[in-house]
């Protein structure tokens, strides 16, 4: 093992031996090289002569760069562009987001947890994520309404075993009984395991209630008191879209320093959030169990993210950074995304409407939802699979088909005087097939 990995993880079992158990070996193996990165930061610092260090191209002072392409980009400084961004990202846009969390989850007032690092949008953070906690066998705790890419992050890469649980009652609430059985089963099998809370859900569009995401994090709390590490995940793609009577913030803020064998991780992005899907810039944010400010700890993940962040991608894409500084340092930022938000939520409530009139019941139901793009159609005569490839073929109509009963509809991006024509075409299609 690199020396520089072993002191990272003296650094990391100072302070919580529990965390140390929970990283997988390539976890355990990773470390953030002193070798060209650290080098130049530290000339970018000194060289007041001639820096000869990084591998950009520079001239007249500045990055070198074509004009027919910043000629499209002419009101941002070049040096916000083309140079590469630090490994971690820019300084004063995790400082921004970081900030951000703050506003929007009055329960992380307070906690200790590390400056959001920033990733390459969602998915690169769960990828982070299963690197560093999976190794083969470790068990990952998900409802059975799940995004289909975590079988392929976590299963499919990594060798992780995906325990399943029902996702919602018979009454329409989210089943945190069955969770709290799931997990409990998961975490006596080897002591360790990994939950994945995924708020907005995808596919379903729901967000727990105050009491659930409190059963929720009982239920962490309660297996970790019994000898358990937990690595509790919340991705948090679409945070921010809860549209009625759910959790307003991450469950994050309640899980960062819950207890020494809890380390809470959290996942979100300006991809969702803020619109930008092209952009993919998000970001993972780490908080440890217990008291205290947990520096060494903190700084020691931080390392072995940078680690894989530096022998996979290297960094994260410059100018889509910027932008999203620029967005957040905006006076207009706010109200407009005031209004994307009352447009989104106008269109969930639609879909409501619709369905509540009753005059579809007898050929499908749909699953709760109150938050996120999406929500979830339960068919009750046709196969989900037959009905997408019917819509498509015969109506024109788009849609995602999961198992055998359930159509995932996005509402995210049918305007709202559509959504009526939309379900009506849906109706027909079932009674083609029937």
Known sequence: MNPLAQELNAMIEAERPEVLAMLSELGKNLFFP?????QSAEAKEKAHRFNATIGIATEDGGPMYLQCIQDHLSEFDPKDIYPYAPPAGRADLRQLWRDKMLRENPSLEGKSFSNPIVTNALTHGLSIVADMFIDADDAI???????????LTFAVRRGGVIRKHNTFTPEGGYDVEAFAAELKKAAAEKGKVVVLLNFPNNPSGYTPTVAEGEAIVAAIREVAEAG?????????????????????ESLFGRLANLHPRVLAVKLDGATKEEY??????????????GTGEQAQLLTALEKKTMGIIRATI????????????????????EAQKQQKYEVMKGRALKVKEVLDTGRFD?????????????????????????LRVHLLDAYG?????????????????????????????IYKAVK???
Request: net charge negative.
């Open 276 to 289: 930008v899907w092209g952009f993919r810039t998000g970001f993972i944010t780490f908080a440890g169990g």
């Open 314 to 333: 290297s960094n994260c894409p410059h100018p889509s950074q910027t932008f999203v500084v620029k967005a957040l340092q905006s006076p207009d930022f």
């Open 34 to 38: 002193k070798g060209i990165l650290t």
């Open 397 to 425: 109509v788009g849609t995602i088909s999961i198992g055998s009963t359930d159509l995932r509809v996005a509402f995210s991006c049918i305007a709202e005087q559509d959504i009526p024509e939309l379900f009506e075409t």
């Open 432 to 434: 083609d097939i029937e």
């Open 141 to 151: 705790v998900l409802p059975d309404m799940m995004w289909g890419n975590y079988n």
């Open 228 to 248: 358990c590490n937990v690595v509790a995940v919340t991705d948090d793609a679409y945070f921010g879209l809860f549209y009625e009577q759910s959790l307003t």
């Open 362 to 386: 007898d050929a499908f139901s749909y699953y709760p939802f109150n938050s996120g793009y999406f929500m979830c159609l339960k068919l009750k005569t046709v196969d989900a699979e037959k």
